[in-house]
Structure formats: C-alpha cells, structure tokens
C-alpha cells in the first residue's frame, strides 16, 4: 500500500524559509512533484523531480526560490522554500506518479499525501 506523509509546515514571516518532507513508501520507480491549494483556488503544480533526482522543474512563480530534491534510501523528498511571501500561503501536497520523468500536471500524479499548511505573514 502506498502512502506519503507530509511534514514540515507551519507560519513563518514573509521572507523566512521552510522545508517540506515528504516520507512516501510502498512506491517502486516514481517521480515525485509538489503541489499546492490555497483557499478557493485550484490545485497547482509547485515543483516536481524525476526518479533519479536529476530532472528537475519548477513553476515560474517559485523559480530561484523553491528548490526540490529526493533521498531514494531514505523515501523522503524534500521542498526547501526561501524568500517566502504571502501569496505562498497555502495547502501543499506531495504526489508520486509511477513513471521516471517529472511532470508538471496534477492528473498525471496517482498518489497523494495530506497535505500540510504552510502561512506566510506579511
């Protein structure tokens, strides 16, 4: 059974920084993305890293600022955030999908976590 648990989120003051953990098992070979809901919107694409860790892509809004990475021994992967801002508020989500390249679109993700919240004060 596969399973992802996020970990990590809180409120922190704009400019401040976060990491996101995301402990996944159950899983095979997979890409691994970050997603992320704010109150009343849908569901966007954050960030996302293939298998091996050497494919990465992020949306322009977190470009220079987010960075994604993976430890495929310890089933984690990770979501350091820097220079936050408050438009970064909001749910965020790891996704696995059963593939070895990174996507970028949220129906091409099979697994899901919980989710944590993340604020960001102004």
């Known amino acids: 059974q596969v399973q992802l648990v996020e970990s990590g989120g809180g409120l922190v003051q704009a400019g401040g920084s976060l990491r996101l953990a995301c402990a996944h098992s159950?899983?095979?070979?997979?890409?691994m993305g970050w997603f992320r809901q704010a109150p009343g919107k849908e569901r966007e694409f954050v960030a996302a890293?293939?298998?091996?860790?050497?494919?990465?892509v992020y949306a322009d809004s977190v470009k220079g600022r987010f960075t994604i990475s993976r430890d495929n021994v310890k089933n984690t992967e990770y979501l350091q955030m820097n220079s936050l801002k408050p438009e970064d508020t909001a749910v965020y989500y790891c996704?696995?999908?059963?593939?070895?390249?990174?996507?970028?679109?949220?129906?091409?993700?099979?697994?899901w976590g919980q989710g944590t919240q993340v604020t960001v004060s102004p």
């Open positions: 159950g899983l095979r070979i997979y890409a």
């Open positions: 890293i293939s298998w091996r860790g050497g494919s990465t």
């Open positions: 996704a696995a999908r059963n593939e070895l390249r990174a996507s970028t679109r949220r129906d091409e993700y099979d697994n």
